[in-house]
């Protein structure tokens, strides 16, 4: 039989580096073939070949058989191939409706159609099941919808081919699992899905066929029933995972207080309402939870980037409250923020000037007010070694690494600040499994040598593998502290999702 | 390999002012051709009147003078990422200022020099704060203050020289201050050349503010307030305190570019001597023509002004008017503001890009 799409020794050089080395897939009708790689793997380069934005060093490219080629999106999407990118291209100023039919509008009398339009969308989204109202605007959908938008897009263009770039990266997990259902769904209805991920668990879930890249070269080409997570795993990084470090017994006195803080917030109900939590010496304490219920206020609470409206923060003996960003850093803070574009990093400045941020007023590094690039610039090489962080050179844009290694730059500086406490946001959020590995295992020393971590992240299993114990949060209130050996993944969406546990299981909990 | 990266590096930052400026040219060109006239011939004359003999060079640098501190302090405020519209009203507070404490302050010729230039900078500093201050404490848009109190900083100052500090000694009643003592005056370069020492504290200022952009903590703090605002508050710095001190520095080197001419140049203050030739709306543009780069922003500045001292010597000499100046930086301008340019490079540099991988 003849494939849908068949890309055969895929080469492509830039200068001596080979970006991707002899890669072949091939992709049937109503599959969903799975590319998994970690950062650097060569999964974008073989993508954007396809999608026409680079032209192949050399191999060919089949569709439906034939040989074709691609000079650009507009071709590629012409010949049946959409891509939804990882970082949506909307229009947020513009209704739903609109975004999906740009450049494809249908037109009445040279006149915009905007009613056939509408129903047009409807239409296609009742046929794939990906609910969205036509006419609200773009700016004022969540993440999962913008998506879903992104992905009517490509249907309306007419894709047989679509093309989703680690779609899952931004979604919560509910939106996870629908956005699953939905990929499902579009390869029941004969569309053949090409998913770019390093989430193994879901492409367990809804892959047919899975092709591992490495180092720009196919590692691993099986079935989904043939396979397991550790065996892709293993093909992905090339040896086997590492096992955590021990944890050794030392919860110590209490190290982080936070107690009763409230924020009014602009609704009817306080985004923090009366939240009390304690974090002691050599301890994780996780916080779980569906975003948007309080945890980045509560982060930015304690590192001072908003103010309470009630209640008290202590580091140690320090009374932390109403003071500045700058105090609490000096008072033994550091802070991994949860959006590494948005706070952790300037993506214009070079990497040499986001390492240096906190470390160019430090005496070490500072001499009448004049900055000692000189001495710092071993220290940033360091952390370059030791987390190894691809980087072309310091004095390149911090935005032209690649999310994992700049989320490592960020981790390495935070770390180096070698403070008793540490605030993790998302430590790991869109970084590949060998990048997780370090910072897991950063993270885990840290907390072994007897420092206070306060790690919130949206992954549970994150959670559950480095936490002490763990907080759930719930409309601005912390619900229930379980301890590591009691929290199960379900005891924690329960109440992640507001339910009461039953009796049964709450009595265990230690207070905060 | 290493040394064709570094050149590269350093040409970078100038191909895109330049390609403006060659666009701006060619756009003149057409106009020049469209009227009629020898595009060579004219852009000749234009060179000369520019940089022909050491007259019209000396003569370009002084008029350069006011633009290149006008941008070095615009250029502060960019690269703090506030858009300072006021340089205008500051230039000229500050130059009014300058001249009043020169006239005013007791002393000897060195003191009133001393109070002039303090003056003439406070002067524009707090001016500038104010809008800063506005700003901060109640969220009043800073290009849009800015912008307006230049109508009031202008016209204050029109009435001042209008009406209590009037020359009155002349028999025409012009809207001036009388002549400052000749002891403050700041020394010619060259007998007999216009070109002052304000240009060399220009072009000192310039190296200045390159190295405390470049090297020092607080230079740290004010260029990535302006590359993401949100990091630097998370990094601990302080966003007020940061945006204050640019807006004083950026303001107050306006008031010196105002303080410069009077003390340089006009020897008082005359009502329209600094907003008629545009020198802030000049600088403006190269401040943004350079990236707010202080060494590229002194560059530019002297190319603008050369630009505007040619343009004269063509209109003396041949029969194009002296609005093609006036084309050619339109189309910079346009240019420059749009970063046509920047974002054409920026695709033909994704394009070829290695680490487009994820």
């Known amino acids: 039989m003849t494939y849908r799409l068949e890309m055969k020794e895929m080469t492509k050089k830039y200068g001596d580096f080979l970006a991707n080395d002899g890669i072949s897939i091939q992709l049937k009708k109503g599959e969903v073939l799975a590319i998994v790689g970690e950062n650097g793997a060569g999964k974008t380069t073989l993508m954007r070949m396809l999608y026409g934005l680079e032209q192949p060093t050399s191999g060919e490219i089949k569709l439906n058989g034939d040989q074709t080629q691609f000079y650009g999106p507009r071709d590629s999407i012409k010949q049946g191939i959409g891509m939804v990118h990882q970082h949506f291209m909307l229009f947020s100023d513009f209704t739903v409706t609109e975004n999906i039919v740009i450049g494809h509008e249908p037109i009445n009398n040279g006149f915009f159609n905007r009613k056939l339009a509408s129903e047009q969308v409807q239409k296609l989204s009742d046929q794939y099941k990906i609910p969205v109202n036509p006419s609200k605007k773009a700016g004022d959908c969540s993440v999962g919808e913008q998506q879903r938008i992104e992905i009517l897009k490509v249907l309306y263009q007419g894709a047989e081919i679509i093309i989703l770039d680690e779609p899952t990266a931004v979604l919560t997990p509910f939106e996870v699992d629908e956005l699953l259902k939905t990929i499902r769904y579009l390869a029941d209805q004969g569309k053949s899905i090409i998913l770019i991920t390093h989430k193994l668990p879901e492409v367990m879930k809804v892959a047919d066929h899975v092709t591992v890249l490495r180092n720009g070269r196919v590692t691993g080409n099986v079935k989904k029933v043939d396979t397991s997570i550790d065996e892709l795993a293993k093909m992905m990084v090339g040896r086997e995972l590492q096992q955590l470090s021990e944890r050794n017994q030392l919860k110590g006195e209490p190290l982080l207080e936070v107690e009763a803080i409230s924020i009014k917030g602009k609704g009817s109900k306080p985004v923090l309402d009366q939240l009390s939590l304690t974090v002691h010496r050599g301890e994780i304490v996780g916080i779980a939870g569906v975003s948007g219920n309080g945890q980045s206020e509560l982060i930015q609470a304690i590192t001072g980037l908003t103010s309470v409206d009630q209640g008290d923060i202590r580091l140690g003996s320090t009374n932390l409250t109403g003071k500045s960003v700058a105090f609490r850093r000096n008072e033994g803070l550091a802070h991994i923020p949860e959006d590494r574009f948005l706070w952790g990093a300037a993506k214009e400045a070079t990497i040499e000037e986001t390492g240096m941020m906190g470390y160019y007023n430090k005496k070490a590094f500072n001499k009448y007010s004049f900055i000692l690039k000189k001495s710092f610039r071993g220290v940033v090489k360091g952390w370059i070694d030791r987390f190894e962080i691809k980087a072309k050179s310091l004095d390149d844009k911090s935005g032209n690494l690649s999310g994992g290694n700049l989320q490592k730059l960020i981790v390495a500086r935070e770390l180096g600040f070698e403070t008793d406490f540490l605030i993790a946001a998302e430590p790991t959020r869109g970084v590949d499994i060998g990048a997780m590995e370090y910072i897991h295992e950063a993270i885990l020393e840290k907390r072994n040598r007897g420092d206070g971590i306060l790690l919130v992240s949206s992954e549970l299993s994150e959670i559950l593998l480095l936490s002490d114990r763990i907080a759930v949060m719930f409309e601005g209130k912390i619900v229930d502290i379980l301890n590591r050996r009691d929290a199960t993944e379900e005891r924690l969406s329960v109440l992640m999702a507001g339910g009461k546990e039953d009796e049964s299981s709450t009595k265990n909990t230690t207070t905060a | ?358």
């Open chain 2, 1 to 358: 390999m290493n040394l064709q990266r570094k050149i590269q590096q350093l040409l970078k930052p100038l191909s895109q002012p330049l390609l403006a400026v060659l666009i701006g040219l060619f756009t003149g060109a057409l106009a020049i051709a469209l009227i009629g006239e020898s595009v060579i011939d004219t852009y000749k004359v234009m060179w000369d009147g520019a940089f022909g003999n050491f007259y019209f060079l000396t003569a370009t640098l002084a008029r350069a003078t006011p633009i290149i501190l006008v941008g070095l302090g615009l250029a502060i405020a960019f690269r703090a990422g506030v858009f300072n519209m006021g340089a205008e009203g500051q230039m000229v507070l500050g130059a009014v200022c300058a001249a009043l404490a020169s006239l005013y302050v007791p002393g000897s010729g060195f003191v009133k020099l001393l109070s002039a230039f303090l003056a003439g900078f406070l002067a524009g500093g707090l001016w500038s704060l104010l809008a800063g201050w506005m700003e901060v404490k109640y969220k009043v848009q800073l290009l849009i203050s800015t912008l307006l109190l230049n109508y009031v900083a202008v016209l204050f100052a029109g009435y001042l020289v209008a009406e209590p500090f009037q020359d009155k000694s002349g028999s025409a009643a012009l809207a001036q201050t009388p002549m400052i003592d000749q002891a403050v005056w700041l020394p010619k370069l060259f007998t007999g050349m216009s070109v002052h020492m304000g240009f060399v504290i220009a072009v000192i200022g310039a190296v200045v503010l390159y190295v405390a952009l470049q090297f020092t903590s607080s230079g740290y703090e004010v260029r990535m307030l302006g590359k993401n605002p949100f990091f630097a508050e998370y990094g601990g710095i302080n966003k007020s305190k940061v945006l204050l001190f640019s807006m004083f520095f950026s303001g107050g080197i306006s008031g010196l570019a105002g303080t410069v001419e009077v003390l340089g140049s006009q020897y008082r203050y005359v009502e329209g001597a600094l907003t008629v030739p545009g020198y802030a709306w000049t600088g403006l543009m190269a401040a943004l023509l350079a990236n707010s780069n202080p060494l590229g922003t002194a560059a530019a500045a002297i190319l603008l002004a050369a630009l505007q001292t040619g343009a004269m010597g063509m209109e003396r000499n041949t029969e194009v008017p002296l609005e093609i100046a006036s084309v050619i930086q339109g189309v910079l301008i346009l240019f420059v503001t749009a970063k046509f340019t920047l974002n054409w490079w920026k695709v033909k540099k994704k394009a070829s890009d290695i680490n487009g991988a994820v």
